[in-house]
């Protein structure tokens, strides 16, 4: 990575703040540091996998996740790309040079993380990480820039407006899936911290497992999985993970 020289011709992103974006730096911040917090805790991936798979234990339910999942967060690293924190630029291979923002700090969470549970697992995952989660928003972000007519942070709010809708949309389909495939609710409803930071991972581990990579650690997921359902399931539990594990309930 090189560090630029900061602008000269524009002004710090944080000189003249708005209370919109104000808000949405804050927002960054505050759950940037809930979910540091969470990670700090975590000791075993096969442990958060198992805890998410209880919720996404239908074939079908694990597909539409598999695409959604990763929407969500592409759709929240164009938002975060949008709250620049300092007039110093960045140059990385492949992506155009901008400057420093909450989500080079996420997405940089995101990789520290993921190839700490998972060396290899994540290491299979930065790519995805760097060009379409983080690459590709930067790109859009820098287009939207110059097509705005007016500097200001969210460009002409067409990204944010268009990104805005596909997240919501994203949302609604994968909380449609849970009610209908596995009769309960989404992970985030009991553990939010722990279904924001594992949710990419385990989307991507549906790939790797569909083509046969990494077993060992799927079969330690479900057993994981087993164990966490017995404190999970009532007798008349009518989740479709309780059907797996009728025994447990």
Not at 139 to 148: C, I, T
Request: aromatic letters at 16%; charged letters at 10%; hydrophobic letters at 45%.
């Amino acid at each position: 990575m090189t560090v630029v020289k900061p602008h000269k011709t524009k002004a710090s992103p944080l000189s003249n703040i708005t209370p919109g974006l104000a808000f949405s730096h804050c927002f960054s911040a505050i759950l940037f540091a809930f979910l540091c917090a969470h990670a700090l805790k975590i000791k075993q991936v096969r442990d958060e996998l198992g805890f998410y798979w209880i919720y996404h234990s239908h074939p079908m339910n694990q597909l539409v996740h598999f695409f959604f999942v990763p929407t969500l967060l592409w759709t929240s690293s164009i938002y975060f790309v949008h709250l620049e924190l300092a007039n110093i630029t960045i140059s990385l291979p492949f992506i155009p040079t901008h400057r420093i923002n909450h989500s080079t700090i996420w997405m940089s969470f995101f990789a520290v993380l993921y190839t700490s549970l998972d060396p290899v697992g994540g290491a299979l995952y930065l790519p995805i990480l760097y060009f379409f989660h983080y690459g590709s928003a930067v790109w859009l972000h820098e287009r939207d820039q110059r097509a705005s007519k007016y500097r200001s942070w969210n460009g002409t709010g067409k990204l944010l407006q268009w990104a805005f809708l596909v997240h919501v949309g994203s949302w609604a389909i994968q909380i449609w899936a849970h009610q209908h495939y596995e009769n309960g609710r989404p992970a985030l409803m009991d553990s939010l911290a722990q279904s924001l930071t594992i949710a990419p991972l385990f989307a991507f581990y549906e790939g790797l497992w569909s083509l046969g990579i990494n077993g060992p650690l799927k079969q330690h997921t479900l057993e994981q999985a087993e164990i966490l359902t017995k404190n999970f399931c009532s007798s008349d539990s009518l989740m479709n993970v309780c059907q797996i594990f009728p025994s447990t309930s």
